[in-house]
């Protein structure tokens, strides 16, 4: 569905805009002429080129992710908008993005954040900041705006807007289309969002009907393809980093396109601790290291993120109560 939106607003006015789209479309791996699945998903890195290809084939390649992100409705997203639209308030709109964003993509996560009594509705997303993500983000931010608009009462506008990428050349669609400050080099995608727009009631917003979609969402949340759960993802990004030393929350939480503070508030309302994670990803790394390696001890202290084989040793015996190398020699004899 996203691709299709960044070719519409691409080839909506050129003569030769049926060949271009078949060409665009098969670039993402979508058959162009078959009817548009929001539900088939492409991969990010397809769908970062093709942002990265038409913004260098249009006169006007700075303003498409704000043709793109405008054209964006509620009722595009399926299910997902319709959750949006009958929440009762913005702020209502925002949870449900947090909660539910993972049935349109597995690369983003959102996050509505109060600092300081400022609110920011923000964008998270991993990997790296070449151009096709920050024209994604780019995009996303002006959609986020987009159906904003389209649910909330009266005229919205954000306080602020703010993208940790530099700015384009040429910012003056952003500037008209936002109606407010566009911060660059910022330390978050996010538009800062008042109090009063925040918590005014929506103008479809419907307790039964929110309850209604909540509940749907929830079980198309369920049935999606997700082999670990949080606390299995953090194991894994923490067992692979460990080599490099023990990762902090923050840098795990990043990984996953979360905050370090939503990482430990999700992590807890599953009855995790982040510590405990680490601690267990280490033991489980050091127990496979020992059983399938010939390693030195030495070796997998540093590979379990240990400055020394003695702090290594110590950590083994509170875990399996015996040193690693009797247990090595009970594995070897066993």
């Given amino acids: 569905m996203f691709a299709q939106k960044v070719i519409d607003a691409v080839t909506a006015a050129d003569p030769n805009g049926g060949a271009r789209r078949r060409v665009l479309f098969q670039s993402v791996g979508v058959d162009p002429d078959a009817p548009v699945d929001p539900k088939q998903m492409v991969p990010d890195t397809d769908y970062y080129a093709l942002c990265e290809r038409v913004v260098r084939e249009d006169p006007h390649g700075a303003s498409v992710p704000i043709r793109v992100g405008s054209s964006m409705r509620c009722d595009d997203y399926g299910a997902f908008g319709l959750a949006w639209k009958s929440a009762i308030d913005l702020r209502g709109s925002y949870q449900r993005a947090e909660r539910y964003a993972r049935v349109l993509t597995s690369v983003s996560t959102y996050e509505c954040v109060a600092e300081d009594g400022r609110f920011f509705m ?6 790296a900041r070449h151009l096709g993500m ?14 904003s608009r389209e649910v909330a009462q009266g005229p919205f506008s954000p306080d602020a807007v703010y993208f940790k990428h530099s700015a384009p050349d040429d910012i003056s669609a ?7 400050p566009v911060h660059y080099g910022a330390d978050r995608d996010a538009i800062e969002v008042s109090r009063d727009y925040l918590f005014a009631p929506n103008k479809l917003g419907d307790p039964s009907i929110s309850a ?8 198309e949340i369920a049935e999606l393809p997700e082999a670990q759960e949080l606390d299995g993802r953090v194991r894994s990004l ?7 030393g023990v990762p902090n929350v923050a840098d795990v939480a990043g990984r996953l396109g979360l905050s370090a503070r939503t990482l430990q508030r999700r992590l807890a309302a ?3 601790a982040f510590q405990d994670l680490v601690d267990e990803a280490r033991q489980d790394l050091a127990v496979r ?5 010939d390693y030195a001890l030495a070796e997998i202290a ?8 003695s702090a290594f040793t110590r950590a083994f015996k509170r875990w399996r109560g015996e040193t690693p190398a009797n247990f090595r020699r009970a594995v070897q004899h066993g």
């Fill in 122 to 127: 923000t964008l998270n997303r991993t990997g």
């Fill in 134 to 147: 920050r024209l994604s983000n780019e995009q996303t931010i002006v959609a986020v705006t987009q159906i």
């Fill in 174 to 180: 952003h500037e008209s289309y936002f109606g407010c």
């Fill in 212 to 219: 209604f979609f909540d509940s749907h969402m929830e079980k």
């Fill in 238 to 244: 923490v067992s692979r980093a460990l080599s490099e």
């Fill in 270 to 272: 599953q009855g995790h």
């Fill in 289 to 293: 290291l020992l059983r399938r390696t």
């Fill in 302 to 309: 540093f590979l379990t993120g240990f400055a020394e084989q």
